[in-house]
């Protein structure tokens, strides 16, 4: 596990985005695992000004978003489809109809959630996931206790998760309980993890999940078993991590072998 501190969150944004350029210059064709909350905005919106710049092409991408609300349609203003329209897809030059969202409403929601995952397979996997952390350590919508193991199905929300994401609903708006979200065990098989954290709400997560024991009651903490997830957060969201200085030093060596490797290219 890599883990890069920052010192803001433009900086951790644009990190995040040149992890995702890198990407669709060396394949064109990637697979992207997208992810939403506030975090991932400025990112997004860093992408979009590529994009528009022509510095980055999303074409010949496909993406897979991690979760969605149950319950609600497309174009409900708080499902995630809608979401990802506004904040990215919208933007950028990407086919919408190669942009997938877990489905909020299916009629057989086990057989969707089992096309979901068999969809991400066909399309050769996912190349690089983004993801976002809540509070209690959840990555898309695997709360904690969620199977280590687990894949996309409906899963209940925690009343900490829906306080936080309250914000996004007008008073007296039907606020749904459920979600369906790709699971951990999805997660983990994509070939890169990429999860970003910002501000002092995000410490005491990102101390479980970069320095406390793999558990279930961190779902974050899984990533500690992927060959090559990246943790990039700024400095408000370290102050609980035990090894900063030791982490800046790793970074400070990997930019430098970084620079020889692009030498070599
Ligand atoms: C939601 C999403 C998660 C996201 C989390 C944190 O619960 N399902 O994928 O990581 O919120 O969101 P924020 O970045 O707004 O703190």
Redesign the pocket.
């Known amino acids: 596990m890599k883990v890069v501190i920052l010192n803001d969150a433009a900086a951790v944004a644009a990190y995040g985005a040149d992890i995702f350029s890198k990407q669709l210059k060396q394949k064109p064709n990637s697979v992207l695992g997208l ?7 400025a990112l997004y919106q860093e992408l979009i000004a590529r994009n528009k710049s022509n510095k980055l092409s999303f074409a010949q991408a496909r993406s897979f978003n ?2 969605e609300y149950w319950g609600l349609a497309e174009d409900h203003p708080q499902s ?1 489809r809608h979401f990802m329209n506004i904040n990215l897809f919208d933007h950028i030059d990407i086919d919408k109809t190669n942009t997938q969202v877990p489905p909020g409403n299916a009629k057989d929601p086990r057989a969707a959630c089992e096309q979901y995952e068999r969809d991400i397979i066909n399309a050769g996997g996912i190349d690089v996931q983004l ?5 209690n350590g ?4 695997n709360e904690p206790s969620s199977s280590l193991a687990s894949r996309t199905r409906i899963k209940t ?1 925690t009343k900490e ?1 829906t306080d ?2 309250s914000r996004f609903f007008a008073a007296g708006e039907f606020q749904p309980q459920l ?1 369906v ?1 790709t699971g951990i065990g999805t997660i983990l098989e994509s070939k890169k993890i990429v999860l ?4 002092a ?2 410490a005491e997560a990102i101390k479980a999940c970069v320095e406390g024991p793999i558990t279930a009651s961190c779902p974050a903490s899984a990533l500690q078993m992927h060959q090559d997830a990246v943790i990039i957060i700024d400095e408000a969201a370290a102050t609980q991590l035990s090894d900063i200085d030791f982490y800046k030093h790793i970074e400070a060596e990997n930019q430098k072998l970084e620079k020889m490797l692009e030498a070599l290219e």
């Open positions: 992810a939403t909350g506030s975090t991932p905005i991690l979760d995630y993801l976002g952390i809540g509070r959840h990555i898309g919508f929300l998760t936080d994401n979600s979200t970003l954290a910002t501000g709400s995000k």
